[in-house]
């Protein structure tokens, strides 16, 4: 079975360490983590490049070139996840490790 979290994410820089940590320490590995930025304007995408980096985590990012609002988002970020499930996610989640 095939795990994937679709997230969206927009101005979170405050957020996404934490978020992208509690999914990282998950009881059931995750395959894969799909991030749509919807054209943060703090340093959002930069967290997220150094985590991916520093962590190896499963992360596809994607940027968009004009916001799209957070449903649109949404929808581009769960049709490109390749998951048998699908987990939504927010960028100030922060999961119990047995989500």
């Not at 991916?52 to 996840?81: M, S």
């Amino acid at each position: 079975m095939h795990l994937s979290v679709a997230m969206c994410t927009y101005n979170g820089e405050k957020y996404i360490r934490e978020q992208l940590m509690s999914i990282r320490n998950q009881t059931l590995q995750i395959d894969e983590i799909v991030i749509c930025d919807d054209c943060s304007e703090d340093d959002t995408v930069t967290i997220i490049e150094n985590l991916i980096r520093q962590y190896d985590l499963p992360v596809r990012l994607h940027v968009n070139t004009w916001n799209h609002g957070y449903r649109k988002n949404f929808e581009q970020a769960i049709c490109r996840c390749s998951g048998d499930i699908i987990f939504l996610s927010d960028q100030d989640d922060i999961w119990l490790p047995t989500k």
